[in-house]
């Protein structure tokens, strides 16, 4: 009974998500139920009430905007992507966030870059899915994943 009740308090929004580029994002891959989100990152978590899709937003702290988000499609997780610029985070190839926007392009070569506003975002196609890795002001501040094609800023 111990040990249940310690699984339990683990279930969260891992500290130091690590991106598979086209694989996986802290644990998680495209596709997945609501059920196995809540299975790898728990229950607390809001929900985007101006999203056009069903939206969770995963924070380290209540009202703080730093954590990751996952959309949903047709019941499924169609987009995965962190939210601010989470400290811990990195690529399974070692890029960390906070680090210069040429280690993405050293890690991963040249890759087409799209405005989203205040960032962009450098994606890498990788067969179905796409990897996002965010850019502010030339400093790596999040990744992303998703369905090939699907818009890249969130």
């Known amino acids: 009974m111990v040990a249940v009740a310690l699984s ?3 279930l969260g929004l891992p500290n130091a998500g690590v991106v598979v580029p086209g694989e996986s994002f802290a644990g998680l891959r495209l596709g997945a139920t609501p059920a196995q989100v ?19 937003y995963f924070t380290y702290k209540g009202f703080q905007p ?13 987009s995965l992507f962190t939210l601010w610029a ?14 210069p926007e040429a280690s993405v392009t050293s890690l ?5 870059r799209t405005d989203c506003g205040t960032y962009a975002a450098l994606v890498l196609r990788r067969g179905g899915v796409d990897t996002q890795f965010y850019v502010y002001q030339g400093t790596v501040w999040g990744f ?3 369905r090939a094609g699907a818009r890249p800023c969130h």
């Open 144 to 146: 992303g994943l998703s």
């Open 8 to 10: 339990a308090l683990a």
């Open 38 to 56: 809540r299975a790898a990152w728990g229950s607390r978590f809001g929900r985007c009430r101006g999203c056009s899709t069903p939206t969770w």
């Open 86 to 99: 989470p400290p811990g985070w990195r690529t399974n190839r070692g890029l960390t966030i906070g680090q």
């Open 66 to 78: 730093q954590g990751a988000g996952v959309a949903f499609v047709h019941g499924q997780v169609s």
């Open 108 to 112: 991963y070569g040249s890759l087409p």
